[in-house]
């Protein structure tokens, strides 16, 4: 059964510092290997707007982030992924994209296309009800093997 997940750069995410920093963030909990490189973490409202939706909505204020250990050919998680400097950004892009072809996942550019070049569809995916600082990358497909879970 294939599972598709959104693939955005963030670059209204306050991390530390109160500074925005621009990252890439995932949609969901990603299956497969990417999993391990993914960490959920609460970011701050960096608007009286994005509070307010953020207390509407208690998910929100988490985002799906991806750590930089995934470029790296060794992966020993940090205790703390909480640094800026720990997450992948507009930079490592086509990193992240090597990895997910390596790793067999698929990138779903009928989807992509579909919303990017349809001014309606593109706001409602971009801006994910919690302000206007997403941009979609594009849509990710991973076929799971039931076989594999038995």
């Known amino acids: 059964m294939p599972e598709t997940s959104i693939f955005s750069l963030q670059s209204d995410i306050i991390l530390e510092k109160q500074q925005y920093v621009p990252v ?18 609460h970011v701050r409202a960096n608007s009286e707007f994005q509070q307010q ?19 790296r050919d060794n992966f020993c998680a940090p205790s703390n992924w909480n640094h ?4 992948m950004g507009p930079d490592e892009i086509t990193d992240l994209f090597s990895y997910l072809v ?3 996942y698929e990138i779903d550019h009928s989807m992509t296309k579909l ?3 349809n001014p309606e569809l593109r706001s409602n995916a ?9 941009k979609l990358i594009c849509f990710v497909r991973r076929s799971v093997d039931v076989n594999q879970c038995i």
């Open 102 to 104: 390596d790793h067999r």
């Open 126 to 134: 971009s801006s994910g009800g919690g302000g206007g600082g997403k």
């Open 24 to 41: 890439l963030s995932i949609s969901q909990e990603p299956t497969g290997p990417l999993r391990k490189y993914c960490k959920l973490v």
């Open 84 to 87: 800026s400097t720990d997450w």
């Open 53 to 71: 939706q953020q207390q509407k909505n208690s998910t929100s204020s988490c985002k799906w982030l991806i750590s930089k250990q995934l470029c």
């Open 115 to 117: 919303i990017t070049r």
